[in-house]
């Protein structure tokens, strides 16, 4: 068994550590393919529901119900697989920053400490985050799927 101040329990500590961080950043890849996924889909069924508009409005008024909560439905998916993400990485730097309190350097603690301190951030009151921002974009699809299916009804 190791102590902590035995260099094997150092080398342990340091090999969680980048495991953990490799973990975190396999989340933000995973994430990001998500996201690529859920736009195609999401672009490509808004375009062919939109450029067939003069089709689609003859349709009768439950086909445009049915188009516009699949829509919804799909765009609401993506924003809770945003929020599990964002949940899972949240957990994953909370691990880290646990780990780095046993490291030399804080490099993800000190990163974050930077980020609210920085002028350059400063003018907005706070680091705006990438999963807040991007949460966004599923709730833009939602309202286009609704304008879509206003338009259709009012047709």
């Known amino acids: 068994m190791t102590t902590p101040h035995d260099p094997d329990h150092r080398t342990e500590i340091l090999e ?9 950043d ?4 995973r994430r990001g393919t998500a996201n690529a996924f859920f736009l195609s889909v999401q672009t490509a069924f808004v375009g062919l529901v939109g450029f067939g ?15 516009a ?13 945003l929020r599990s993400y964002r949940d899972l ?23 974050w400490e930077a ?17 807040t921002s991007e949460r966004l974009v599923p709730l833009v699809f939602v309202a ?7 338009g259709a009804l009012v047709a």
Request: hydrophobic share 50%.
């Open 16 to 24: 969680l550590y980048k495991l953990a961080v490799e973990m975190a």
């Open 144 to 150: 286009a799927h609704l304008l879509l299916l206003g």
């Open 53 to 67: 508009f003069p089709e689609f409005s003859k349709a009768p008024w439950w086909a445009a119900l049915a188009v």
């Open 69 to 81: 909560l699949a829509g919804v439905t799909l765009s609401a998916t993506w924003w809770l697989q």
């Open 89 to 111: 990485n949240t957990a994953k730097f909370k691990s880290i920053n646990k780990i780095e309190e046993r490291l030399p350097v804080k490099v993800f603690a000190d990163e």
């Open 115 to 131: 980020l609210r301190h920085d002028p350059v951030v400063g003018w907005r009151k706070r680091y705006a985050e990438l999963g």
């Open 26 to 29: 396999r989340v933000s890849a």
